[in-house]
């Protein structure tokens, strides 16, 4: 079946540093959507990426769909502890499933 | 007014107990959802509404049995719990059931069984 694999599963950064999540798929994606999810808290949508190559931004967070539409990527740029959580990049299959990755865990350090 | 609510937060239970987790959203949105969240954190799908009807399950145990009486409403019933069941789930809901919708998630109920 359609799969998403998401990485790294957990990162630490001291804060101020640059943190990088991936996702990659086997099959071309539908559309990509990233969530965030806080510590105790529940999955909240980010942002959603449609067309091959697109990059957007939200503050210090960038967004990135790969030009074959097969993989994704966020970069935030000089984390705070308020960017700790879990991250999942999630696929929207033809039937409206989300597929999620597995999230990646950020740790940042004061 | 939160949008997608579920109740309870918290349930500890025993092994071989029936419990019902509730589910309601006020965003007018016409399908609903079940995700459970495992111990490593991996969400997956375990059942969708699209206005009260059934359109996914994924080869859940029978003894979890999803009720929508309306499509406002998602409720999931877990009949004779296994220690395997404890996890949190999250319902959640989106506008309809075409790809690319925004899924807006409860914050989740603490399922624990012993």
């Known amino acids: 079946g359609q799969q998403v694999m998401q990485i790294p599963q957990y990162q630490h950064v001291q804060e101020g540093e640059d943190f990088t999540t991936y996702c990659n798929s086997s099959?071309?994606?539908?559309?990509i959507q990233w969530y965030k999810q806080r510590p105790g808290g529940h999955p909240v949508f980010l942002i959603q990426?449609?067309?091959?190559?697109e990059v957007k931004k939200q503050k210090r967070l960038t967004f990135q769909f790969g030009e074959a539409k097969k993989n994704s990527s966020l970069h935030i740029t000089a984390t705070q502890t308020t960017d700790v959580g879990t991250y999942f990049c999630?696929?929207?299959?033809?039937?409206?499933?989300?597929?999620f990755g597995q999230g990646t865990t950020l740790q940042v350090k004061p | 007014d939160t949008a997608v609510s579920q109740t309870p937060k918290y349930l500890v239970t025993q092994m071989g107990n029936d419990k019902s987790i509730k589910c309601e959203q006020n965003?007018?949105?016409?399908?609903m959802y079940w995700y459970k969240q495992d111990s490593k954190k991996f969400l997956k799908i375990m059942f969708s509404?699209?206005?009260?009807?059934?359109?996914i399950n994924e080869t859940v145990p029978n003894r979890f049995s999803p009720k929508s009486p309306d499509k406002a409403h998602l409720n999931l019933h877990i009949n004779s719990l296994e220690l395997g069941d404890s996890a949190v789930y999250f319902c959640?809901?989106?506008?309809?059931?075409?790809?690319?919708?925004?899924?807006?998630f409860g914050e989740g109920s603490w399922l624990t069984v012993v």
């Open positions: 959640a809901s989106s506008q309809d059931q075409g790809h690319g919708n925004t899924i807006y």
């Open positions: 099959t071309t994606l539908s559309n």
């Open positions: 990426l449609v067309k091959s190559g």
């Open positions: 999630a696929d929207s299959s033809n039937t409206g499933k989300l597929i």
């Open positions: 965003l007018g949105h016409d399908t």
């Open positions: 509404y699209n206005n009260k009807e059934l359109i």
